[in-house]
């Protein structure tokens, strides 16, 4: 465009290959068969987690938090689950 | 403010980004607003209402944390904090993303209703994104709100249907539905205005749509390279650098919160010569 645009052209951060990226990972993951059904598995997978702490420990179901992080090689799921009072702390 | 906000009780707050049209820049206003809102110490909260064209979270940038969403919550298959994500840039931000499989059935009024009422007793502001048209799921994003921000661009077709999402606002809500409650307080907020257009004459002027819609002026954000640039990389415009649009969007909030902020109607900053000549640095 300019006239000595050529000496300078390696360096911007180029934000558009950051936005094809973004998509590209999510999109893999939305066509996907899983993708689709991954709505209904993971209440459901809730429940069960919540389910078979409780066959031992009183639990209440606002003390497990489900956290999620999508990458493109891998997705890591994170379940933490507060227990009450007397055993004080996180289990992860 | 910032440090006050947080001890007072919440504000309790319901904004509506909505607009008629599509592609004006309901999504991009209410990313910015939020951000901005939060960034002044409210607590602040936006919600995706375009149930099955999930896009918020995109421009939020939080797509890769989506775990629960908004509708899993009204069907109770999810506590509502579990379903919020908590922003990582600022600590005083949450996004509650909506489903992109079910449809927009799945948004009930009473279940709006509960998860609204919930949300009031911790956020000052609550955002919410509506999708374009004027049909249930518009329609749910409005009918609870005590604000509305709608969003206009100076063109024939916006100014059309924000005319009529405002007739909607004053007869299809709760406030209007309900005997002796104050109206809805609606206000637009001009997006892609671009003054060169403007003073050649090939745009209309704020002051031309406002004679039009006859509602108060939020604010004027230029069209600006900033919000593709912002979007590309899942920031809220508001957090991502200076820009005269993440200035106009800054001026919308700090008056959204009742300041009174002059209104500056100037564009981006063109490249001079010399800068064109020799490039430019960013």
Redesign the interface.
């Known amino acids: 465009?300019?006239?000595?645009?050529f000496a300078?052209r390696k360096a911007?951060p180029k934000?558009?290959q950051?936005?094809k990226d973004?998509l590209q990972?999510?999109l893999a993951h939305?066509r996907s068969s899983s993708g689709?059904a991954?709505?209904d598995y993971?209440?459901m997978l809730?429940r069960d987690i919540v389910a078979a702490i409780r066959k031992h420990v009183p639990i209440d179901?606002?003390d497990?938090?489900?956290?999620?992080?999508?990458?493109d090689n891998m997705s890591s799921l994170e379940i933490n689950i507060e227990l009450p009072a007397a055993a004080k702390g996180k289990a992860d | 403010m910032t440090t006050e906000a947080k001890t007072n009780p919440p504000l309790g707050r319901v904004i509506v980004i909505t607009s008629g049209k599509g592609g004006v820049g309901k999504t991009t206003s209410s990313a910015a607003i939020s951000a901005g809102l939060a960034k002044q110490g409210f607590r602040t909260v936006v919600i995706d209402f375009d149930v099955g064209l999930r896009n918020l979270d995109?421009t939020m940038g939080c797509?890769?944390?989506?775990?629960?969403?908004f509708?899993?919550v009204i069907q109770g298959?999810?506590?509502l904090?579990?379903a919020l994500i908590k922003d990582k840039r600022v600590e005083t931000l949450s996004i509650l993303p909506t489903?992109?499989?079910?449809d927009k059935d799945a948004l009930t009024k009473d279940g709006v209703e509960k998860v609204l009422n919930e949300l009031k007793t911790e956020f000052d502001y609550i955002i919410c994104d509506s999708p374009a048209g004027i049909e249930h799921g518009a329609q749910m994003a409005m009918y609870f709100a005590d604000e509305a921000v709608v969003v206009t661009n100076p063109e024939v077709s916006s100014v059309r249907d924000s005319d009529r999402v405002l007739g909607l606002l004053s007869s299809q809500t709760k406030r209007a539905e309900t005997d002796g409650a104050e109206a809805i307080k609606a206000q637009v907020l001009i997006t892609r205005y671009d003054p060169d257009r403007v003073n050649t004459g090939e745009m209309m002027t704020v002051d031309d749509v406002l004679e039009i819609l006859a509602v108060p002026l939020l604010g004027v954000v230029p069209e600006s390279k900033a919000i593709?640039?912002a979007?590309?990389?899942?920031t809220p415009v508001t957090l991502d650098g200076p820009s005269a649009a993440s200035q106009a969007y800054e001026d919308a909030v700090a008056r959204l919160t009742g300041k009174q902020v002059e209104m500056r109607m100037d564009g981006e900053r063109r490249p001079g010569f010399l800068q064109?000549?020799?490039?430019?640095a960013?």
Request: proline residues 3%; without cysteine; aromatic residues 4%.
């Open positions: 465009m300019s006239l000595f645009s300078r911007p934000t558009a950051t936005a973004r990972i999510l939305e689709a991954e709505a993971l209440p809730q179901d606002k497990v938090e489900v956290r999620m992080d999508r990458g | 995109m797509e890769r944390r989506v775990v629960f969403d509708i899993n298959d999810a506590k904090k579990q489903s992109q499989t079910r593709l640039k979007s590309n990389v899942g064109r000549l020799f490039g430019r960013s």
